[in-house]
């Protein structure tokens, strides 16, 4: 037996589980958090706590309920200086025996409810806690006032397009102001 089944962080669901409640709580130490930051490729995961139940909702499925609680330091996405975000999530994920079938053509429909996942032998709850946390990560962290600015590219001898000569209905507008000006 591995620590991770001492710690109860593999739960058992396929046959033979004890069909009770089952809670929860994983606060990964320091060294644990820096081995998810690097595997995430951010900067630093500084808090970090997952609590939760599995819960059996029929004979043979399950649904886990949990709090995901961190608080991550990223590379801001326009100066890399060093964001801290708050993150805080429901994760929900329902482990069934019944899943869809596949079809004629060899295509599978998926189901709309995206927590549904096929009823697995065990579930490793540090592995959901990383997917949630993957997740959850704001996707372009920006430290406070950092903006992109705008760039300006051209051939030699041409004058740049600019944001504003982008905009869908910037020739209307002038139309309209240029009209207005007429009466």
Do not use: Y
């Amino acid at each position: 037996m591995d620590e991770r089944d001492r710690t109860g962080r593999i739960v058992q669901l396929g046959d033979g589980a004890p069909r009770r409640e089952q809670d929860f709580e994983i606060v990964p130490n320091a060294q644990d958090r820096a081995a998810l930051a690097e595997a995430l490729g951010i900067l630093a995961v500084r808090k970090l706590r997952f609590t939760g139940r599995l819960v059996p909702i029929s004979r043979r499925d399950w649904t886990l309920e949990a709090k995901l609680g961190a608080s991550v330091v990223q590379e801001c996405g326009v100066t890399l200086a060093p964001v801290t975000s708050r993150i805080e999530e429901t994760v929900r994920r329902r482990f069934l025996t019944e899943m869809p079938q596949v079809e004629a053509g060899g295509e599978v429909e998926m189901p709309e409810d995206e927590t549904i996942e096929p009823l697995p032998q065990s579930v490793d709850l540090t592995a959901v806690l990383h997917e949630a946390l993957a997740l959850a990560l704001p996707p372009f962290p920006r430290a406070e006032g950092a903006d992109l600015g705008e760039a300006v590219f051209t051939e030699p001898g041409k004058a740049p397009m600019r944001d504003e000569d982008a905009r869908p209905f910037a020739d209307l507008a002038a139309l309209r102001d240029k009209l207005a000006g007429k009466d």
